[in-house]
């Protein structure tokens, strides 16, 4: 047979016909051109193929630094490839009567972190897609997987929020080598630079930012800056200060907030002082006059002049500069001792509502315990209703210590049952207190008990089988069949058995 | 091949059913209505070069349908899958003229073979007669073929298949014999495939290898002991080996897309813009990874086991690249590709 012909020739001829082009191959005696073409193209397919060799290597990846790590007993790594495989599955095809074990995945990266252990290598990809996915899960999810985990994940694009993701308790970087990576490296992993050296040298930090800043995009330097929170001192105020007549908008904004909460920084001082002329007790009642203008230095310390559609613009100013005053002025301006106090004194001209909204956002942006616990009140007087107008208990619980924001929310759900709850019991840690899981099933029971319906407590009874300790599973079976609709009895073998299998999940870490 | 087997499996209840007079009649009878239909299919095939692709592109994929129903009813459904592949390749991407003449040029190849399938030496026979569609009987397998018992390590288990039918491939390497078995299983109507091994298992059993120039196909016959866990991994060569394997088994088998190999010592090259490679651990050489298994996560797992180092990895080598199956970490790993 004639293979001469080449493979381009016979491909030609192959588009363009043999009734055209004719054979490019002699025939056979008997054969048609058409046959004589498919003889000769399939000696060349087969000859091809056989005889295929290797190609040139591209650039090899460096090798992955090591981990020490012990590796996640058997049982463990079964649990967790099949919650990754969970969530890798059709969308939707989750059984309704099972639980969602991607909700569980949180607290068990938390106790597996607990552990110290490693990830084994082939759940890395899974890992870093779930983590991908969900912002939540990217801290524990990461220190899971560990060096090697971001050592692929440098390899892969579609990965690259781990590169500016900062380990927690990773070691600090090299003076060097963050220099370098500032100098070079992408935006992301000059974020992960900075924000670790903030947590271990918070002057290092803002000294690097500073050498580049005049270079920074807009939207890097507003990036950049936000990061200045983590560290932030006293001895960041000279570079906020600068930043705050930055070209961007943004940045500005940033600078402001960040400033606001250094309470001996001079643009705390400069609020306090307008937070004097608004604010006064001359007698037994607080007065309130809002602003009648919003000049430019008030524009600079990041008040804006227009406020959102539908606020008054007097009562937006005032907030805004309450907001921004350190919350340890008001006891001596107001002539009390303390928070509970001041939040106790009457206002005057109806101005309460906004003064005790600025105060609410004031003690949630500086994490004030004291001025949350006041400005929430106790857990058993009547709720705010939803939607009240900047009273947010939810955001104010998450101020508090853990122990004490799940005693509350238990006071809470035992004096007013679950209807107003579902907010605050989210902002509880899981797994919660004893107490507060037995006040949520006391609770739950009785909303039985009453003849209401499970699915009114639906977002309840989520949380409950993600964040009540396991041990309240003996206690739902011990209320036995309720006297109620029958679709309790499924509602509650639900969340019984998910409790079962947290508690499964944690004796499997124990390897 | 898939199609060949439900066709297999369809007509299991025929067996026994009449004297073995009969059943011969009957093996004949479908043989005559097979070599009608490739005879048509050859005429077809070659209209078409006569023709040229670019007019025949404008036809759509009706006349390839058509073709391929043809071939099922001469009972090749080998020949009607292949049709259809024909028809899902025309006008389809880049270069699709030189995939196009490539796959005539093979089934052009499997049509001659089976109008002379009697002159045929018996491996290469059993290899035609099945690639047309004709299925073994796994039945009657037990009696014309002697098993092969061995230690048999999972080395894959991987789901694939339409819609409509499930098809679970599981690859096997045996520790005393050094054989390659490949097991099928389907599930229709939305079930599983009945069988299912663990990556990792040992298995003492019996295997029974469907006929062909070169045997892979097998039947699980008896299991003589309780499955262990063992992962030593089947002796293996550099990138060179594995594309000399599927040339060697071509020889054999003109028609195959791949071949199972171990590929040992070899470093994963991830690149999502220009494709994968793994490359030998000593020298330059590479083999590209199948590109339609691009960043599957179980790409990203053979990167994650390797760690930038050299590792043993299982998979099918063939013209479109290699398919990584598993690979050889701290156990055996199978891989979601």
């Known amino acids: ?82 919650i990754l495989d969970d969530r890798a599955g059709p969308a939707g095809g989750r059984r309704a009567a099972g639980p969602d074990l991607v909700e569980l995945l949180p607290q068990w990266l938390a106790a597996a972190n607990g552990h110290g252990y490693r990830a084994q ?22 220190t899971l997987a560990g060096p090697r985990g971001l050592w692929l994940a440098r390899l892969n694009p579609q990965w690259a929020y781990a590169l500016r993701t900062p380990a927690p308790g990773g070691p600090p970087p090299a003076p060097g080598d963050a220099q370098r990576t500032w100098a070079e490296g992408l935006f992301a992993e000059r974020s992960a630079v900075l924000a670790t050296l903030r947590r271990h040298d918070p002057a290092a930090g803002r000294a690097l930012l500073a050498g580049t800043w005049a270079t920074e995009r807009a939207e890097d330097r507003a990036a950049f800056v936000g990061l200045l929170r983590e560290g932030l001192s006293a001895a960041d105020e000279p570079f906020l200060e600068q930043a705050l007549d930055d070209r961007s908008r943004d940045v500005r904004a940033l600078a402001a907030e960040l400033l606001a909460a250094l309470p001996g920084s001079a643009l705390a001082a400069r609020m306090t002082g307008r937070a004097r002329r608004c604010v006064s007790r001359p007698g037994p009642l607080v007065t309130v006059e809002a602003p009648h203008a919003c000049d430019a230095a008030m524009r600079r310390d990041g008040i804006s002049a227009d406020p959102p559609s539908g606020s008054d613009r007097g009562s937006w100013w005032l907030g805004r500069i309450v907001e921004m005053t350190p919350l340890g002025f008001w006891p001596g301006r107001l002539g009390v001792a303390g928070a509970a106090d001041a939040v106790a004194l009457p206002v005057a001209g109806g101005r309460r509502a906004d003064l005790h909204a600025a105060w609410c956002r004031a003690a949630v942006r500086s994490r004030d315990a004291e001025w949350a616990r006041a400005l929430l009140g106790p857990a058993t007087a009547p709720p705010v209703p939803d939607g009240s107008p900047g009273r947010d208990p939810a955001r104010l619980l998450s101020v508090l210590p853990p122990s004490e924001r799940a005693a509350w929310a238990g006071r809470f759900v035992a004096a007013h049952g679950l209807s107003e709850a579902f907010r605050l019991l989210a902002v509880c840690e899981a797994p919660w207190a004893r107490p507060l899981g037995r006040a949520v099933v006391d609770a739950l029971v009785a909303a039985r008990e009453a003849g209401g319906y499970p699915w009114s407590f639906s977002g309840v009874m989520g949380l409950a089988e993600r964040c009540a300790d396991p041990a309240e599973a003996d206690r739902l079976a011990g209320a036995g069949p309720g006297p109620g609709p029958d679709h309790w009895t499924e509602a509650f073998a639900r969340l019984e058995g998910t409790l079962r299998l947290r508690a499964l999940m944690m004796r499997e870490l124990e390897g | 091949m898939g199609a060949s087997t439900v066709g297999g499996m369809n007509r299991q209840g025929e067996r026994g059913a009449g004297a073995p007079q009969a059943a011969r009649r009957r093996a004949e009878a479908r043989a ?24 025949a592109a404008q036809g759509g994929r009706g006349p390839w349908q058509e073709t391929a129903a043809r071939m099922v009813d001469a009972q090749a459904p080998g020949l009607a899958a292949s049709v259809r592949e024909l028809g899902a390749t025309a006008a389809v991407g880049a270069d699709w003229p030189a995939r196009l003449l490539e796959r005539c040029a093979l089934l052009h190849l499997l049509g001659q073979a089976y109008l002379r399938v009697d002159r045929l030496p018996e491996g290469l026979a059993a290899t035609v007669r099945s690639r047309v569609g004709v299925a073994v009987d796994t039945a009657a397998l037990a009696e014309s073929v002697p098993p092969l018992r061995d230690h048999w390590l999972v080395l894959s ?72 866990r063992r992962s030593a991994p089947p002796p293996g060569g550099d990138t060179a080996a594995a594309l000399r394997a599927y040339g060697e088994a071509l020889r054999d088998d003109p028609w195959l897309d791949s071949w199972p190999v171990v590929l040992r010592d070899v470093v994963p090259v991830p690149d999502p813009r220009l494709g994968w490679q793994l490359a030998d651990a000593r020298g330059d050489s590479a083999i590209s990874v199948d590109a339609r298994c691009d960043d599957r996560r179980g790409l990203w797992q053979l990167a994650a086991v390797s760690g930038g180092g050299p590792v043993t990895v299982f998979g099918e080598c063939g013209h479109r690249g290699f398919l990584p199956l598993a690979v050889w970490g701290e156990e055996l790993v199978p891989l979601r590709v």
């Open chain 1, 1 to 82: 047979m004639d293979t001469d012909v080449s493979w381009p020739d016979l491909v030609a001829t192959a588009l363009l016909g043999t009734g055209r082009r004719g054979s490019p191959v002699p025939c056979r005696p008997g054969q048609d051109a058409a046959q004589a073409l498919l003889d000769a193209a399939a000696v060349h397919t087969v000859r091809r193929r056989a005889g295929a060799l290797p190609g040139r290597a591209r650039r090899r990846p460096g090798p992955a630094p090591d981990d020490p790590r012990p590796p996640l007993p058997p049982a463990a790594r079964r649990r967790l490839t099949g």
């Open chain 1, 121 to 142: 290598d082939e759940l890395l990809p899974g890992l870093l897609d779930a983590a991908r996915a969900r912002t939540g899960l990217r801290p524990g999810a990461l």
């Open chain 2, 32 to 55: 005559g209505r097979i070599a009608a239909g490739v005879t048509e299919l050859e005429r077809r095939l070659a209209d078409l070069l006569h023709g040229g692709f670019a007019s």
């Open chain 2, 157 to 228: 288990q991987r789901d694939g298949g339409d819609g409509r039918l499930a098809t679970r491939r599981i690859w096997l390497h045996g520790r005393e014999t050094g054989r390659t078995a490949l097991l099928l299983s389907y599930g229709g109507g939305g079930r599983a495939p009945e069988l299912s091994l663990d990556v990792g298992l040992g298995l003492d059993a019996d295997l029974l290898f469907h006929p062909a120039a070169r045997p892979l196909r097998a039947t699980l016959a008896a299991r003589h002991a309780a499955p262990v």
